[in-house]
């Protein structure tokens, strides 16, 4: 699953790679250089499956992007994180942004814990690495 637009453009990337890859395969070099035409196909149909699922997750994320799909299903509770990165994909949220609106209090909780712990930690970390 393609969460975020850097994700986006390495997986574009990619899939012009594969396109190309299969574009260039030479299904009797390919066998004459592994010695097996099974091989050289289940090399073809590897690339095959590679682009197939690659296109399969671009057209995911631009319509999840585009704001086209409005319902997000889960079957079960294991599906909710996947469905939660979906939902913000939309909006352009990065994940921690998204969790700071969902549960701004847990969020507040959690800076604060941080500010306190950073008031007491930090200053342990740099005595331990200035040593003896």
Same mark, same amino acid.
């Given at each position: #699953?393609?969460? !975020?637009?850097?994700?986006?453009?390495?997986?574009?990337?990619?899939?012009?790679?594969?396109?190309?890859?299969? +574009?260039?395969? $030479?299904?009797?070099?390919?066998?004459?250089?592994?010695?097996?035409?099974? @091989?050289?196909?289940? =090399?073809?149909?590897?690339?095959? *499956?590679? =682009?197939?699922?690659?296109?399969?997750? @671009?057209? =995911?994320?631009?319509?999840?992007? *585009?704001?086209?799909?409005?319902? @997000?299903?889960?079957? *079960?509770? +294991?599906?909710?994180? !996947?469905?939660?990165?979906?939902?913000?994909?939309?909006?352009?949220?990065?994940?921690?942004?998204? @969790?700071?609106?969902?549960?701004?209090?847990?969020?507040?909780?959690?800076?604060? #814990?941080?500010?306190?712990?950073?008031?007491?930690?930090?200053? #342990?970390?740099?005595? $331990? +690495?200035?040593?003896?």
């Amino acid at each position: #699953m393609i969460t !975020n637009e850097r994700q986006y453009r390495i997986s574009k990337a990619q899939l012009a790679k594969f396109k190309q890859a299969i +574009d260039s395969f $030479d299904i009797h070099e390919a066998a004459r250089q592994t010695g097996s035409k099974l @091989l050289a196909k289940a =090399e073809w149909e590897a690339l095959k *499956s590679e =682009e197939e699922i690659l296109s399969t997750q @671009l057209q =995911e994320y631009e319509l999840l992007k *585009s704001g086209a799909v409005t319902v @997000l299903k889960a079957e *079960s509770l +294991d599906e909710l994180p !996947n469905v939660l990165i979906r939902a913000r994909i939309p909006r352009h949220e990065t994940p921690l942004l998204a @969790l700071i609106k969902a549960f701004p209090c847990v969020a507040r909780a959690y800076e604060s #814990m941080l500010v306190t712990e950073a008031q007491f930690e930090f200053p #342990m970390y740099v005595i $331990d +690495d200035l040593g003896p």
